[in-house]
């Protein structure tokens, strides 16, 4: 078994990577943007489906995984995934997918998303791993506090991105593994900023609601 069909068994064994295979695989013609390479796990998933389909992969990365795969199909690209100016001149086509697992900072994924989002198709989908914080909290399977503060607030960061933007976004969620987020783009028009999803669960109402067992009317 050759390298790329060996990374992509161990990627379709990730069903949060599965969630993002069983939606595009299909798809003729795919223009895909990657960002975050690192040991080619999904970079071997998209290749697949690019291979099948007469697609094209445009992978970033700050280190140099050139060396990972030989594909007409995949440009690789060694640089930051906010190094706009550079990485903008590779896209030569409107994209479908965009996948987003580089640096995992919450505002870092949001500037990210605003400034490829122009280069998405209607109906395109952006794919964000690691949102999920379940498999880090205490007494998991992988117990990591900062895995799960980082997770958190960057599936709530999704959320703020998403509730100012109903009407321009379809919002799913994956929350296998390390979880996965799908974006999908509804019109053409420009994402507006996001807005802060607002917690009523610590209100002082509900506070008095706890303290006193009162129980919400029928």
């Known amino acids: 078994m050759n390298l790329r069909k060996n990374k992509l068994k161990i990627a379709l064994s990730f069903s949060h990577y599965n969630f993002i295979y069983k939606n595009i695989s299909s798809l003729k ?9 690192r040991d080619g796990y999904s970079t071997s998933m998209f290749l697949d489906i690019c291979n099948k ?18 594909n007409k199909n995949w440009i690789f690209l060694k640089s930051r995934d906010d190094n706009f ?4 001149k590779h896209i ?14 919450p505002n870092h994924i949001a500037k990210i998303l605003y400034f490829y989002y122009k ?4 109906d395109g989908a952006i794919y964000i791993d690691d949102i ?3 498999p880090y909290i205490k007494n ?17 960061k999704i959320l703020e991105i998403y509730f100012n933007n109903l009407k321009n976004l379809r919002l799913e969620f994956c929350f296998d593994n390390s979880g996965m987020a799908k974006l999908i783009k509804k019109t053409n028009k420009i994402l507006n900023q996001p807005k802060i999803v607002f917690n009523t669960e610590f209100s002082l109402k509900n506070y008095f609601r706890r303290a006193f067992n009162i129980q919400p009317k029928k």
């Open 132 to 134: 999920s914080w379940i």
């Open 53 to 70: 389909n007469q697609g094209s992969l445009i992978s970033v990365d700050i280190d140099d995984c050139s060396n990972l795969f030989k």
């Open 29 to 37: 013609n795919i223009n895909i943007l990657e960002f975050g390479v």
């Open 92 to 105: 030569k086509k409107k994209l479908d997918v965009i996948f987003i697992d580089s640096y995992h900072e």
């Open 119 to 122: 280069f998405l198709k209607k």
């Open 140 to 156: 998991s399977y992988r117990t990591n506090s900062w895995n799960e503060m980082i997770n958190r607030k960057t599936f709530s």
């Open 85 to 88: 100016n550079f990485v903008k």
